[in-house]
């Protein structure tokens, strides 16, 4: 009778149990189902790593400058966002980016805000720009920084969508604004975190970036930084992740 009592009881426990199992299987499933697509601004980390970011949509006076500067600060590790007419229109300075070891993300086509547009207009644009940096450079890109910034969630959706990770900043240089050389660079090194993603340009809009930038460099190596690309960064936040 006891035994039979006690059959009873485990078979109670463990109906119990695979019923909170399900439960809980369930609710993971419908999270992971629901979940919301995110742009990175930064990832959470201790460690000292930054990932140095430049937008190119046009002009010519200013990227090789810029290049010109990483190349004599020693910096092996950035990352460029293209647009697709701009890198068509001065393929030699995109292969130069290439040949110097530098990642190459997307800008997109039209200098345009996504959002204010369809998926089908969105799948076109980014399809364009992907294949003139491919065209060029030959890399596929898996990257982007939407124009101006702008997106919403279905922007979001649609971009997850077609294979890329969209890539936003935690400190803005503003050197966009040309505020003043000194200006951009306190504004970096008095803003910089540890994972941080730090908005630049190199198109001829930014005209006082290239007087900056050394300052920027210098000044974060100097607070212990080290530089990656905004790839190695995710895969940092990854690794993290897997350690905790």
């Not at 293209?82 to 030699?92: Q, V």
């Amino acid at each position: 009778m006891q035994s039979v009592k006690r059959f009873l009881t485990l078979t109670a426990i463990v109906a119990v149990f695979m019923a909170v199992l399900f439960a809980v299987s369930g609710q993971w499933r419908t999270f992971a189902a629901t979940r919301q697509p995110a742009a990175i601004y930064k990832i959470d980390t201790k460690d000292k790593v930054v990932a140095l970011t430049f937008d190119i949509s046009w002009g010519t006076k200013v990227p090789d400058p810029v290049l010109d500067v990483l190349e004599k600060q020693n910096v092996k590790k950035a990352t460029f966002f293209l647009s697709g007419p701009w890198t068509l229109r001065h393929a030699d300075i995109a292969k130069r980016i290439k040949s110097m070891g530098f990642e190459i993300g997307n800008h997109g086509n039209l200098h345009k805000d996504f959002s204010h547009y369809p998926d089908s207009w969105i799948r076109e644009q980014v399809g364009l720009s992907t294949k003139a940096i491919k065209q060029v450079t030959g890399v596929k890109t898996t990257l982007i920084r939407t124009p101006n910034g702008d997106f919403n969630p279905r922007v979001l959706q649609c971009l997850n969508q077609m294979g890329y990770t969209v890539i936003q900043w935690n400190t803005d240089s503003l050197d966009w604004m040309n505020p003043g050389v000194s200006n951009i660079s306190n504004r970096v090194l008095t803003r910089v975190v540890p994972g941080d993603i730090i908005l630049m340009h190199a198109s001829d809009s930014s005209k006082q970036i290239v007087q900056a930038l050394p300052t920027i460099i210098s000044g974060l190596r100097a607070k212990g930084y080290q530089f990656v690309t905004v790839s190695e960064l995710l895969a940092h936040a990854k690794v993290q992740t897997e350690q905790q």
